[in-house]
């Protein structure tokens, strides 16, 4: 194992667990396809945990081969499909809820909110922390953060933070940007609300030189085979699109923040 496989932490990004068609079609992995990646994963010496034990381990010189997983929104299909698929692994993960969202649907999604099925209920949430999994905050209603007024964005994540932890009765450590996006006024935000650790996109591994505020991660695909995502997490650098992408954030968030003036939510 070289250099980098053990100073580099590899985080994956899902969403539902379910196959769906259309414009979405990217952010469902089958059960099958995901207890294939798992399996893979494993067989190829990795350790799979949340993305807050992964991060603990990196900052305690844990050398282990350790993937982050991640699962957002907090669909049912997680408790139902994603469980029993990360149990048969032994693995473990992180949720991220999106709190006023539970027991409804995705509503950020529009004409596509019902595509991937309902939300968990608190109650079901409860059963997926009952089962070993981390819970983390995805925010209130799933807006783009980076274009709130600060008592809009303040609001968004100390809420929805207090209602995970009342009602759970747990510690949540972990946050998700909506749709990824954050800036440093963000990321202040969710430090001090009392989170020690966040995650956006990114698509590339996470190094410990990097704020734990921003953790990278990779997102697999339906179409990502067992084989292709080891693959990919065993990158150790940011594709040139990754680059591309991140070069380009400033200049996206002053369009979105100007569209969202004039009624419209670019995401």
């Not at 196959?19 to 992995?29: E, H, I, M, Q, T």
């Not at 807050?52 to 408790?79: I, M, Q, S």
């Not at 949720?95 to 939300?119: C, E, K, N, Q, T």
């Not at 997926?128 to 809009?152: C, F, R, Y």
């Amino acid at each position: 194992m070289g250099e980098d496989a053990v100073s580099t932490l590899p985080a994956l990004m899902y969403h539902s667990v379910s196959a769906v068609g259309g414009p979405l079609r990217d952010l469902a992995v089958p059960p099958e396809r995901l207890a294939e990646q798992l399996g893979a994963l494993s067989d190829a010496g990795y350790q799979l945990v949340g993305l807050t034990e992964a991060l603990d381990r990196l900052a305690a010189g844990n050398t282990a081969k350790t993937v982050a997983l991640t699962f957002d929104d907090g669909y049912r299909d997680f408790l139902t499909e994603g469980v029993p698929a990360l149990a048969k692994a032994g693995a473990g993960a992180t949720l991220y809820a999106s709190v006023g969202h539970l027991g409804g649907h995705a509503g950020w999604l529009g004409r596509y909110a019902s595509d991937f099925g309902p939300m968990l209920t608190w109650s079901e949430l409860d059963e997926v922390a009952a089962a070993g999994i981390e819970i983390g905050n995805h925010s209130l209603v799933h807006h783009p953060l980076d274009v709130l007024s600060p008592a809009q964005l303040r609001d968004e994540v100390v809420s929805s933070r207090d209602q995970l932890e009342q009602r759970l009765q747990r510690r949540v450590r972990s946050f998700a940007y909506p749709h990824g996006y954050n800036s440093a006024l963000v990321r202040r935000v969710v430090e001090r609300s009392g989170h020690d650790n966040a995650t956006e996109v990114g698509r590339r591994p996470h190094t410990p030189a990097e704020r734990r505020f921003a953790v990278p991660r990779f997102q697999p695909t339906p179409d990502h085979t067992g084989a292709d995502l080891v693959d990919l997490v065993s990158r150790s650098g940011a594709t040139p699109a990754a680059r591309l992408r991140q070069c380009a954030q400033p200049g996206w968030r002053l369009v979105r923040r100007l569209a969202r003036k004039a009624g419209r939510e670019l995401t």
